[in-house]
């Protein structure tokens, strides 16, 4: 592909990027845990990175993540939002291993997939999140932490429930390679 997106990658990403920020700012539920919502955009953002991969996955995170902020906040909280690229990105990069364009989702690739999110996740709400909440904004550790492992788990539910019955259904409806034999 010398280098260059592909024209339905840039279109999915304008696509992805607006149904995130739709997803954040009205299917999102608060935990109790202060600005922090238990969010389904999760799930969708690692449909779009694992069909579309890791660049996708990364800007729709990236950018999907920035606009709700400024849109819902009024201000961008950039720890948080580089971690949603990150984990677009790290998401997107098991699209490498898993053949969902020719249908293939069975047990061993939903074991992939949701070993990858729940790593993912785990690394990026739990500790990355925290941590630039830390060396960005001087936040208090006990507060980003509680924070962190609450929008973490809530992801890793929502990715691996929401996110795997999503790629279940988006794998049947692509034709297995192979699946049409010519007639004698």
């Known amino acids: 592909m010398n280098g260059k ?3 339905k990658t840039i279109v999915a990403i304008g696509i992805g990027v607006a149904v995130f920020v739709i997803l954040n700012r009205f299917a999102a539920i608060p935990t109790g845990v202060p600005n922090t919502n238990f969010q389904v955009s999760y799930a969708f953002l690692a449909l779009m990175a694992v069909v579309y991969g890791p ?5 729709i995170g990236f950018v999907g993540h920035a606009l709700t902020d400024a849109i819902v906040w009024g201000s961008v909280w950039w720890s948080w939002v580089v971690v949603s690229g ?3 990105l790290a998401i997107g ?3 490498k291993k898993i053949d969902i364009e020719n ?3 069975g047990l061993k690739e939903i074991i992939t ?13 739990m500790l990355i999140a925290p941590s630039l909440d830390i060396l960005i904004y001087v936040e208090p550790e006990n507060k980003v932490y509680v924070q962190g492992a609450v929008a973490g788990g809530f992801n890793i539910l929502t990715v691996g429930v929401i996110g795997t019955l999503l ?3 988006y794998a049947k409806t692509r034709s297995k390679s192979g699946s ?3 007639e004698a």
Do not use: E, R, S, Y
């Open 86 to 88: 990150f984990v677009g």
């Open 103 to 105: 249908g293939v989702f």
């Open 113 to 125: 997939f949701n070993v990858t999110q729940v790593v993912v996740n785990a690394i990026g709400w």
């Open 167 to 169: 790629l279940i259904a």
């Open 5 to 7: 997106l592909a024209t």
């Open 55 to 59: 660049i996708a996955g990364a800007l």
């Open 93 to 95: 990069l098991v699209a």
């Open 180 to 182: 049409l034999d010519a």
